[in-house]
Every structure is written in structure tokens, then in C-alpha cells.
């Protein structure tokens, strides 16, 4: 399968921060940092850069997360243009989604 990955969200250690462990079938995997407005356990919108094994720079883009009760929605964009969207649950303190990219 293309296009789909895993990705793991945890809080950082400053209000607003999200500390990220990906999988990408294409890809490979990584880690990420997000920058963000929210101050509640995930939901909010934040900048996150994504880098690969080696620290090199993969991709930037938008997120945006939705608490849905039970999940959470994902969305990630790039100049206004959703790019992937996800699902996601909590577990731990731990965001743990998978998604698929457009």
C-alpha cells in the first residue's frame, strides 16, 4: 500500500509544542515538531516540520486537530491545500493516528 502512514503525537515541553514519531509506507519514518495555539491536551492548529533517520528536513505543513469525542480528526495542508487527513485516538497522553495522503 502507498500513500498511507502512522503517526504518534506527544505533548512537548513548552505550552503549545507536540513532539512527533512517524511511519510512511513511500517515506520511511521519523520525527517531527509542531508549533501550535493550543493549550488543551491536543486539539489545536500548529506549524509542524517533519525530518527523516538522518535529521534532514522532509516536509512543512499545517495541522489542524479535532477532537471528536470518542477520536480525533486530522488535517494537514499546504498553502490553503489539504495535503492528508487522518483519524486518530488517545491513549496515555499519547496521540496515535493514521492517515492517508490526497
Sequence with gaps: MSNIGHVRYSKGDKAG???AV???DDCGQGTGLAIGDSNTKFEGKYQIKYFDENGTLQAERDLEII???NSYKLTWSK???VTCVGIGMENSNILSAGY???
Aim: aromatic share 14%.
Design 22 to 24: 512517524w511511519i510512511h
Design 67 to 69: 477532537n471528536n469525542g
Design 17 to 19: 509544542e507536540l513532539k
Design 100 to 102: 492517508y495522503d490526497l
Design 79 to 81: 498553502n490553503g491545500v
